[in-house]
T-cell receptor, first 112, second 113 residues
Framework: EDKVVQSPLSLVVHEGDTVTLNCSYE??????LLWYKQEKKAPTFLFML????IEKKSGRLSSILDKKELFSILNITATQTGDSAVYLC????????????FGQGTRLTINP | DAEITQSPRHKITETGRQVTLACHQT?????MFWYRQDLGHGLRLIHY???????NKGEVSDGYSVSRSNTEDLPLTLESAASSQTSVYFC????????????FGPGTRLTVT
């Protein structure tokens, strides 16, 4: 059975800290790995990674995929209170099967 | 601007009643999905559709049905609501010729009493 496991499930840090969120997966047919941010509403898309070892960046957020070791990390540097959210990772399967399988999410809390 | 909307945003219903949650998108996406989100489970796929008249069961489809009569809408029906179906429901859509990224609606909070 395909599955995605995120760790930690919950993380509390101070503003300005750097955090690393982890996502490991066991899938039979991997196409891409996606990261979403969810505040008190709908998940919003952050990154999609398909190639191993290539970092995607957007401001203070960055992510990288390791297809050999079957994991991805999401880094957030110089955290701000607005980064407080649940971060979800998901994978998609073969071309044409566009379903996503989500992990449980990591709840990140940034204290001022 | 293109968007995806859900209605109602909040619903309280009684056990045994039939409930329909609406999802409407103006992205002109062929792919549409319904998820439920519960504490400790992340997002779980209920049903999905890759185009008009196409529907497929997801991971947690028991007690739910969908129909796709046009590109814009994928209503989700709970045939006979149960307390275990109390949850937040999200609809999403994606472009099959794009990447795998899905765009989510604002969610419907459903309480079954």
């Amino acid at each position: 059975e395909d599955k995605v496991v995120q760790s930690p499930l919950s993380l509390v840090v101070h503003e300005g800290d750097t955090v690393t969120l982890n996502c490991s997966y066991e899938v039979t047919n991997f196409r891409s790995l996606l990261w979403y941010k969810q505040e008190k509403k709908a998940p919003t898309f952050l990154f999609m990674l398909t190639s191993s070892g290539i970092e995607k960046k957007s401001g203070r957020l960055s992510s990288i995929l390791d297809k050999k070791e079957l994991f991805s990390i999401l880094n957030i540097t110089a955290t701000q209170t607005g980064d407080s959210a649940v971060y979800l990772c998901a994978f998609s399967g073969p071309q044409g099967a566009q379903k996503l399988v989500f992990g449980q999410g990591t709840r990140l809390t940034i204290n001022p | 601007d293109a968007e995806i909307t859900q209605s109602p945003r909040h619903k309280i219903t009684e056990t045994g009643r039939q409930v329909t949650l609406a999802c409407h998108q103006t992205w002109n996406h062929n792919n549409m999905f319904w998820y439920r989100q519960d504490l400790g489970h992340g997002l779980r796929l209920i049903h999905y559709s890759y185009g008009v008249h196409d529907t497929n069961k997801g991971e947690v489809s028991d007690g739910y049905s969908v129909s796709r009569s046009n590109t814009e809408d994928l209503p989700l029906t709970l045939e006979s609501a149960a307390s275990s179906q109390t949850s937040v429901y999200f609809c999403a859509s994606s472009n099959p010729s794009g990447g795998s990224e899905q765009y989510f609606g604002p969610g419907t909070r459903l309480t079954v009493t």
